[in-house]
């Protein structure tokens, strides 16, 4: 979902960073919310390691440029559920940091529309969490219908994203919306995925006694809220 270098000039890039910034407020406040009810250890681990996974992800598993953008597995929806929104979204924007700073530094002026676009749909995400999963529910319990549902909200808004910003840096000609068409279309397979991933992870975790989770794996995976 890399916003590709030119997309946005640097004329229009300021907005950018406007939206990173917002993204980063909910970010400060979505951590603090997770440490009233987790240690700070506890908390480092989880982060560390989305951190890490997020990296892999750019780096390692399978993607491609297609339209305006790259289409990535970046597995979100996972990250949430297994380490919580708040470890989620650190490991989000570091991890694209820092592939940023040692990989790609052509991908660092989009630095606040790329954050952006990582941070706000998890953030929706996690709000629809909260309405479509019961507080009776662990979250190993979970189906495909709903781990489908939080991956639609995820990566749905990725892609509404990168049309903004495609729209907003290159207008409404029609190569242009061809190019968000086929970006859109492509991440259907990601979308249908995802949730898949999101079960396997989760039967692994409920194979695992709370025991042997502690500190990496969020309590909800194993209790209900």
Do not use: C
């Not at 390692?60 to 996972?78: F, N, Q, W």
């Not at 909200?153 to 729209?167: K, L, T």
């Amino acid at each position: 979902m890399h916003i590709e270098p030119g997309i946005v000039d640097a004329a229009k890039i300021g907005l950018s960073w406007a939206t990173g910034a917002a993204a980063f407020s909910l970010l400060g406040k979505t951590v603090v919310d997770t440490l009233k009810s987790s240690n700070i250890a506890a908390f480092a681990a989880r982060s560390a390691a989305a951190t890490a996974l997020v990296f892999g992800f750019f780096e390692l598993l399978p993607h491609a440029p297609v339209g305006v953008s790259e289409v990535h597995l970046i597995l979100g929806t996972t990250l949430f559920l297994i380490f919580g929104a708040g470890p989620a979204a650190v490991g989000l924007s570091l991890g694209l940091l820092v592939q940023g700073l040692f990989f790609a530094p052509f991908d660092l002026p989009q630095y606040g529309m790329n954050v952006t676009t990582l941070l706000l749909p998890l953030f929706a995400m996690a709000a629809l969490a909260k309405r479509i999963i019961p507080a009776g529910t662990a979250y190993k319990d979970l189906g495909y219908g709903q781990t489908l549902k939080l991956s639609l909200a995820f990566q749905g808004g990725i892609v509404a994203w990168v049309a903004f910003w495609a729209i907003y840096g290159q207008g409404f000609g029609a190569a242009n919306l061809a190019n968000v068409a086929s970006f859109g279309a492509a991440y259907m397979s990601v979308i249908l995925l995802e949730p898949l991933v999101d079960l396997a992870v989760l039967a692994v975790a409920k194979l695992l006694s709370r025991s042997e989770g502690a500190g990496l794996i969020q309590a909800r995976v194993y209790h209900a809220a």
